[in-house]
T-cell receptor
């Protein structure tokens, strides 16, 4: 089992709809959870962090964490074409980040 | 504030040559990470430093790879001799250490091609 798993996609969502990205992780000792966005040919950019169970909202983005189910998700409301990118889930354990392979998201105008 | 600065942005060299990648972390960050990203394997941690000391180099693929951090504002990743399978994008990232709550910030990466 991979340490961090994501559906590789591609995931296509109409403009204005909600995009839902999912991630599961294997180590229950994981401490912190991050979502990075990576445009083609660019570096990963941190967009959300979450540390405790529940939801965390920042603008159009909502991160959800369920430690019992070892599940992290990212919701993007009112999706825009500029949201088209690869989204990387990252899990922190003992100061080491382990990344999923990413979900490629395409917003269809 | 300046972000993580990497150089060169692109490097093309022939197999067998020595390659040196450079990184300047964000000022005040005391953890530094080197990653490699390929289509096949995604983003992999190679090595990380805390306060200039290498903590975990278990991700370094083999002895041809070495990394140093002589001071808080500079690190290098060296490949000698280079091979075509080393072709990838190499990212450097930095963070503040402590509590497991500090996110990592990435540089723009070095796109390395070994011919």
């Amino acid at each position: 089992q991979k340490e961090v798993e994501q559906n590789s996609g591609p995931l296509s969502v109409p403009e204005g709809a909600i995009a839902s990205l999912n991630c599961t992780y294997s180590d229950r000792g994981s401490q912190s959870f991050f979502w990075y966005r990576q445009y083609s040919g660019k570096s990963p950019e941190l967009i959300m962090s979450i540390y405790s169970n529940g939801d965390k909202e920042d603008g159009r983005f909502t991160a959800q964490l369920n430690k019992a189910s070892q599940y992290v998700s990212l919701l993007i409301r009112d999706s825009q074409p500029s949201d088209s990118a690869t989204y990387l889930c990252a899990v922190l354990l003992s100061e080491k980040l382990t990344f999923g392979t990413g979900t490629r998201l395409t917003i269809i105008p | 504030d300046a972000g993580v600065i990497q150089s060169p942005r692109h490097e093309v060299t022939e197999m067998g040559q020595e390659v040196t990648l450079r990184c300047k972390p964000i000022s005040g960050h005391n953890s530094l990470f080197w990653y490699r990203q390929t289509m096949m394997r995604g983003l992999e941690l190679l090595i990380y430093f805390n306060n200039n000391v290498p903590i975990d180099d278990s991700g370094m693929p083999e002895d041809r790879f070495s990394a140093k951090m002589p001071n808080a504002s500079f690190s290098t990743l060296k490949i000698q001799p280079s091979e075509p399978r080393d072709s990838a994008v190499y990212f450097c990232a930095s963070s503040r250490t402590g509590g497991g709550y500090q996110p990592q910030h990435f540089g723009d990466g070095t796109r390395l091609s070994i011919l």
